[in-house]
């Protein structure tokens, strides 16, 4: 008697690789809208009357807050993971696309058509933050409920096969997207309008909407060819609203969101005003202090596929995220110490925080599924998503109000425009410790795989 063995397009490199390629362009331009406006601080804050937005840093922490309003307040994120579940990646990414167009148009009218300055009508902001805020808070529902999306998908296309690397490639793909952001756009600001970087952003996820809709033509063929109530991993398996309980009563699965929620806390908010700081503590020209905090993201581009190559063929993931925390602590440490404040000095440290950027994700992200079932997958990464999201929005609304009441050591002149002068040492000492807490969930980590085990120190492969 001989088995006839169905191969199918996952089945094939060239068609599992194609998808990852084309969900990670889409990705890729949502991250560079998500910091389009973070290397602009400084410029949004010249004043009105000299020609600028007159954004105070307050102004600039709420904004960015603004990222968790409807994903952490009205639970966006959450049904987002359900529904997920329930419809599959086709639909909910492209609902998810659309909602990130639709908040980068309204994000682009506020900087470019509404008058900036004003009284300030809700919150202490004015229309034009405001807009800003409101635009900014819909495209963040899209984007992160579109992560979740792409994150299934891979999970779903690489079942067996080299998901730690797809997952690393992916994010190294994303984070690009934010490394071209903090490049190009000071430039794009400083020689054209401040508006410039957000409508390239907007032209780009209307690419990266087309993108995603020829992937779902192949996805739709991938569940054609398979059975789907024999293989483990297509969006046809049964979801029931009582399964959630089993997320929410693993501890191992608590301890990866916490982890998720300390470690990104002290990176992407630190992302906002990295271009700051290298401006004011290490007196690096406006128009090219994005080009080192851009060092993290493009050393994310070659070292997370690494490092999650590592993960699929010898594991070891608790360790790696153990390794990260360290490092993490580290880099703030030394950013916040007053010590070699020159480029060079910096550029190093954004080089060891680009390690610890790359060695965290790589394991934490392919970890999730030897914990959670694959069907519920979707609505584990929207919880994961979702606490993340309270650091996403939270730390850069607190980074800003410090900023802006305990940290300006006065003015200086830059082209011409009077603009504040910050001290970094508190917001850096700040992202050290949630760099302690998260070494300390990666501990606690590691020994409840040990209890439960998980198999995270195992292979992927």
């Known amino acids: ?30 991250y560079f809208l998500t910091d389009a406006m973070s290397p602009l601080m400084d410029m949004l804050g010249i004043s009105v009357e000299q020609g600028g937005m007159g954004w105070s840093a ?28 329930k419809i599959g990646v086709r639909l909910t990414g492209i609902v998810s696309c659309l909602f990130m167009v639709i908040g980068a148009g309204i994000k682009y009218y506020a900087v470019e058509y509404i008058q900036p300055g004003g ?46 690397l797809a997952m690393g490639i992916q994010v190294a793909v994303a984070r690009l997207g934010t490394a071209l952001a903090l490049a190009v756009g000071p430039v794009l600001a400083k020689n054209f ?22 992937f779902c033509v192949m996805d739709s063929r991938l ?31 608590w301890l990866i969101a916490l982890l998720c929620l300390c470690f990104y806390s002290a990176v992407f908010p630190f992302l906002k005003y ?22 993290l993201p493009f050393g994310n581009l070659l070292m997370t596929p690494i490092f999650g190559g590592i993960y699929d063929r010898y594991g070891k993931g608790a360790t790696i995220m153990v390794i990260g925390s360290v490092l993490l602590i580290v880099v703030h440490v030394l950013f ?12 190093i440290i954004m080089v060891v925080l680009g390690i610890a950027f790359s060695l965290v994700p790589s394991a934490m992200w392919p970890s999730v599924p030897k914990i959670i079932p694959l069907r519920l997958l979707g609505s584990a990464y929207a919880l994961i998503f979702w606490v993340q999201n309270i650091g996403l929005g939270g730390v850069p609304l607190l980074i800003g109000y410090i900023l802006s009441e305990y940290c300006i050591t006065g003015t200086v002149v830059r082209d011409g425009n009077a603009v504040a002068q910050y001290d970094y ?30 198999g995270l120190e195992k292979p992927n492969m």
């Open 425 to 454: 040492t508190l917001p850096m000492l700040i992202f050290a410790f949630f760099g302690v807490i998260a070494l300390f969930l990666a501990i606690w980590l590691k020994i409840e795989d040990r209890k439960k085990g998980y």
């Open 1 to 30: 008697m001989t088995t006839t063995i169905k191969q199918t397009l996952r089945d094939s490199k060239v068609a599992r690789w194609t998808a990852l390629i084309i969900v990670s362009f889409t990705m890729m331009w949502g």
């Open 193 to 214: 309008e401040v508006s410039t970087p957000l409508l390239l952003a907007l032209v780009l996820l209307i690419v990266g909407l087309l993108s995603y809709i020829v």
């Open 336 to 347: 916040a110490m007053p010590i070699l404040n020159y480029w060079w000095f910096a550029a």
């Open 58 to 85: 307050n102004d600039f922490g709420n904004f960015n807050w603004a990222y968790m309003w409807f994903n952490v307040f009205l639970f966006m994120l959450i049904f987002g993971g359900i529904i997920l579940d």
């Open 274 to 295: 990295a271009t700051s700081l290298m401006i004011n503590k290490y007196q690096v020209d406006p128009a090219l202090a994005g080009t080192l905090p851009a060092i």
């Open 223 to 253: 569940d054609q060819q398979e059975d789907t109530s024999s293989v483990v991993g297509t969006d046809d398996e049964t979801f029931k609203m009582g399964d959630l309980t089993l997320i929410l009563r693993s501890k191992g699965f």
């Open 119 to 164: 009284e300030a009508i809700f919150m202490g902001l004015n229309q034009q933050v405001l807009t800003a805020c409101l635009g900014y808070a819909i495209f963040a529902v899209g984007t992160e409920n579109c992560g979740i999306t792409v994150t299934k998908v891979i999970a779903k296309w690489f079942a067996g096969h080299e998901m730690a």
